[in-house]
Each structure stands twice: as structure tokens, then as C-alpha cells.
Nanobody
């Protein structure tokens, strides 16, 4: 069974950090681009960051310089390191897999992990 499982969410104060993980099972991530998306309450889902199969990354302007996406193919896991968190980063964070490129259709999605940034 092909599955993506996110973890690492939680409650953090503004200025704090979290590291999200996206672990794959049932398939190898080596040939896939992995994107992180988030959905804030009452808002549409938006792309946050992506890493393609070759390791090239891209970020939404709102998180550039604060978030870092990385992959460990040996662990079949992609990470999203989030620093200098702001209340507007609050939402449910999802990872998704697309074959090869961040521009392709995302075929598999995780169930999400909640991030709350609040004092």
C-alpha cells in the first residue's frame, strides 16, 4: 500500500522552530518530487516548498529564508525545517508526491499534521 505519513506538528510560540517529516511506505521516494502544502483555517491550500527528484528546491515567497526542505532517500523521508515561525504559518501541513518534477501532478497525499503558532 502506497502511503505518505506526516509527523512533527504541534504548538509552538512565535519565533520558534519545528521540523516536519514526511515518511513514505510502499514505494521509494528516489524518483519523486515531494511538495509540502498547508491549509490555514478558512483559506485555500497553498504550496509551501518542494524538492524534486534531483534535489532542486523551491519555496513560496512567504517562507523563503525561514523554511528548508530536504530529503534523505536512505530513510525514504523528506523533511521541512521551519524556523522563525509566525502565527500566519498556522495550518495543517500536508506532503504529497509527484513523479520527478514539482510541476507534475501530485498523485499521493498524506493525511496532514497540524501546526499552531501562538503565544
Amino acid at each position: 500500500q502506497l502511503q505518505l505519513v506526516e509527523s512533527g506538528g504541534g504548538l509552538v510560540q512565535p519565533g520558534g522552530s519545528l521540523r516536519l517529516s514526511c515518511a513514505a511506505s510502499g514505494f521509494t521516494l528516489d524518483y519523486y518530487a515531494i511538495g509540502w502544502f498547508r491549509q490555514a483555517p478558512g483559506k485555500e491550500r497553498e504550496g509551501v516548498a518542494c524538492i524534486n527528484s534531483g534535489g532542486t528546491t523551491n519555496y513560496a515567497d512567504s517562507v523563503k529564508g525561514r523554511f528548508t526542505i530536504s530529503r534523505d532517500n536512505a530513510k525514504n523521508t523528506v523533511y521541512l525545517q521551519m524556523n522563525s515561525l509566525k502565527p500566519e504559518d498556522t495550518g495543517i501541513y500536508y506532503c504529497a508526491a509527484a513523479l520527478g518534477s514539482c510541476s507534475y501532478e501530485y498523485e499521493w497525499w498524506g493525511q496532514g499534521t497540524r501546526v499552531t503558532v501562538s503565544s
